[in-house]
């Protein structure tokens, strides 16, 4: 069963606009990462944040975490057309760090 | 490093015959872990290896299903027989201790007629 739930499923935004994703997740966690996958290939690692964190940065993406609302969000600003991809939260579960991935949220920038 | 390795890119193989899916993880990653990644379900974790020990394979479907790890450069997930369900794309990710996040290799797509 799925651990994280991304929200929206698809997203089509104007290229220079800002993408905003959410997951939310059902139990207590380690800490919680996002990924990328462009069509057709693997997944890359963006980002982690870990459980006493609530906010943390790395070039245009900004994600915060809030554990009481076991939700997380994933902000990319000034988006660009390279950024079109699907992105996916994973969390590390408590009870026996397993990494359990969303289904994702495919993104779309529009030229 | 080159990134995790995975071989082949693409399976095409004929219902009732044995598919072996090869991983190389990154070297010093002492975590191993193989998903199914389709559209139905999602990204699924199969089974992962800690310092080519198995951990969990609770997630492995059923007993047509197997991984082996026999040293920390080379891990296998073989299917036998395959049947048309098992088509997906295959993913082999490593990652060390204490870092954090996964480095995933680029796939093995899996066609099962």
């Known amino acids: 069963s799925q651990q994280g739930e991304e929200d929206p499923q698809a997203l089509s935004i104007q290229e220079g606009e800002n993408a905003t994703m959410n997951c939310s997740y059902k139990t207590s966690i380690n800490n919680l990462q996002w990924y990328r996958q462009n069509s057709g290939r693997g997944l890359v690692h963006l980002i982690l944040i870990r459980s006493n964190e609530r906010e943390k940065h790395s070039g245009r993406l900004r994600v915060t975490l809030d554990t009481s609302k076991k939700s997380s969000s994933l902000l990319i600003t000034a988006s660009r057309a390279a950024d079109t991809a699907s992105y996916f939260c994973?969390?590390?579960?408590?009870?026996?760090?397993?990494?359990?991935f969303g289904k994702g949220t495919r993104l779309h920038i529009l030229p | 490093d080159a990134g995790v390795i995975q071989s082949p890119r693409h399976e095409v193989t004929e219902m009732g015959q044995e598919v072996t899916l090869r991983c190389k993880p990154i070297?010093?990653?002492?975590?191993l872990f193989w998903y199914r990644q389709t559209m139905m379900r999602g990204l699924e974790l199969l089974i992962y290896?800690?310092?080519?020990?198995?951990?969990?394979d609770s997630g492995m479907p059923e007993d047509r299903f197997s991984a082996k790890m026999p040293n920390a450069s080379f891990s296998t997930l073989k299917i036998q027989p395959s049947e048309p369900r098992d088509s997906a794309v295959y993913f082999c990710?490593?990652?060390?201790?204490?870092?954090?996040?996964?480095?995933f290799g680029s796939g093995t797509r899996l066609t099962v007629v």
């Open positions: 990710a490593s990652s060390f201790v204490g870092v954090g996040g996964y480095t």
């Open positions: 994973a969390t590390a579960r408590v009870r026996d760090d397993k990494i359990i």
């Open positions: 070297s010093g990653h002492d975590y």
């Open positions: 290896f800690n310092n080519n020990v198995p951990i969990d």
